[in-house]
């Protein structure tokens, strides 16, 4: 959205009935909300018709009621400068789809249009059950009904009502069958970046995972925020393994997250890296106290070590906000946070590493007290990563690290 430099910090959120300030953006300029989820809230109810100029893609952006001709400030920007339209995928036209027919091959009935306006992809509920009889994605939540496509984008899930039933249930995960184009991809990367042997572990299951809200919203924000200071695309966002210590076997058979204080992965899982207590195999390494990950997941395997005894490893995929980021092929243990102008750290192979890491840093936050009794008043977190998805695979050679409890830091 675009900064306004009238707006301060008693200036309340623009959502209706809401009577919070607004939320001040790590470059320092104020949000016209008090969160994403209000900004999203009042997005949703702009007519679909009033889409950007540049990238055709997002709803245009609306000030106290007027409606501009883009989405945001970098659309903007890039229209103004003459780059061109951002590749985007084409949004569903609300009024065309009214007038479509039913996405089962030879069918040719009009789609079913609800009381709100909106068309579905089918015509009737039997034909909804036959496109998953013939292949279609499932809904992750029910696993009743095919996955809807909004704005020229498979969802999730085949409903606002699954889509709300699982965010009203975050912290959570979600199985992908092995079916699924991100069960694929996930898998893909997991095999094609493990470089440490011939053969790469088998993957079993993937999971994707649902953090809190609280958490969505403070990601969202430190992602907008990097992305306006530094010019880069979704703040130089990247997907990278990070491996930690399981004391259960989640994910093994099931996905309930378990109360073992020692368990980082479902303390992970469960507050998305907000826990202030990781033993330092999982946050200490050459360039000082952080948060690690890599590109290579038999890198992010070295981290990797059970508790339990289980005839499987686990490990996470996350989205890491880099920003601007300093390359280095020397450690430095004093780190605890980016050389002054940068973002984050990336170790990069010659010198002291043989394989890529990189590192963002943690930092002091106050923090209302949640359900799990680890925090007070303040807790450390950090906005800059958040698990996306939970991997199941085999043993490497020489199977995995079977650790000893040792208190955590």
């Known amino acids: 959205m675009c900064p306004d430099g009238t707006r301060t910090g008693v200036t309340i959120c623009a959502y209706p009935g809401c009577t919070k300030a607004v939320w001040r953006d790590p470059d320092g300029s104020f949000s016209q909300y ?47 400068s003459g ?31 609800n ?44 409903s606002k009502r699954c889509k709300d039933d699982t965010a009203n249930s975050a912290p959570m995960i979600l199985e992908v069958p092995p079916s699924h184009e991100a069960f694929e991809s996930v898998a893909n990367q997991f095999t094609t970046k493990w470089l440490h042997t011939l053969t790469p572990p088998k993957v079993y299951k993937v999971y994707k995972i649902y953090s809190s809200k609280d ?29 930690t210590v399981r004391a259960c076997h989640i994910g093994d058979h099931y996905t309930g997250f378990c109360s073992d204080e020692d368990c980082s992965l479902c303390r992970i899982l469960e507050s998305s890296f907000e826990v202030a207590r990781f033993g330092q195999r999982t946050n200490f390494g ?15 395997n070295d981290y990797v070590g059970e508790l339990a005894m289980s005839n499987y490893q686990a490990m996470l995929l996350t989205e890491v906000i880099m920003g601007k980021a300093i390359k280095l092929t020397v450690g430095n243990q004093n780190l605890t946070a980016p050389p002054q102008g940068y973002d984050s750290v990336i170790g990069e192979p010659g010198g002291d ?3 890529d890491e990189c590192i963002v840093y943690k930092v002091w936050h106050s923090i209302a007290s949640r359900r ?34 040792i208190p955590s830091i």
């Open 83 to 113: 780059n061109g339209a951002r590749q985007a995928l084409a949004p569903i036209n609300v009024n065309q789809g009214r007038n479509a027919v039913c996405a089962i091959t030879g069918c040719g009935r009009p789609v079913f249009v």
């Open 215 to 243: 958490h969505m919203d403070e990601f969202g924000r430190y992602k907008l925020g990097v992305e306006r200071r530094t010019g880069l695309e979704g703040g130089n966002s990247n997907r990278r393994f990070h491996g």
């Open 372 to 405: 799990v009794k680890l925090f007070t008043s303040t807790a450390l977190q950090n906005e800059a990563i958040r698990p996306l998805y939970l991997i199941i695979f085999s043993k490497p050679s020489g199977g995995p690290t079977v650790l000893p409890r």
């Open 115 to 158: 009381q709100q306006g909106n068309p579905g992809e089918y015509c009737s509920q039997r034909h909804r059950q036959l496109a998953i009889q013939n292949g279609a994605e499932a809904c992750l939540f029910c696993g009743e009904w095919p996955k809807a496509t909004i704005n020229g984008r498979k969802s999730d899930f085949c």
């Open 34 to 80: 008090c969160s994403v989820s209000h900004r999203d809230s009042a997005v949703s109810k702009i007519n679909q018709n009033s889409i950007c100029k540049n990238c055709h893609a997002r709803p245009v952006y609306v000030e106290n009621g007027k409606a501009h001709d883009f989405c945001g400030l970098r659309c903007a920007t890039a229209a103004r």
């Open 286 to 300: 050459r360039f000082g106290a952080g948060i690690y990950t890599s590109a290579t997941s038999s890198k992010a």
């Open 353 to 355: 590493l043989n394989y």
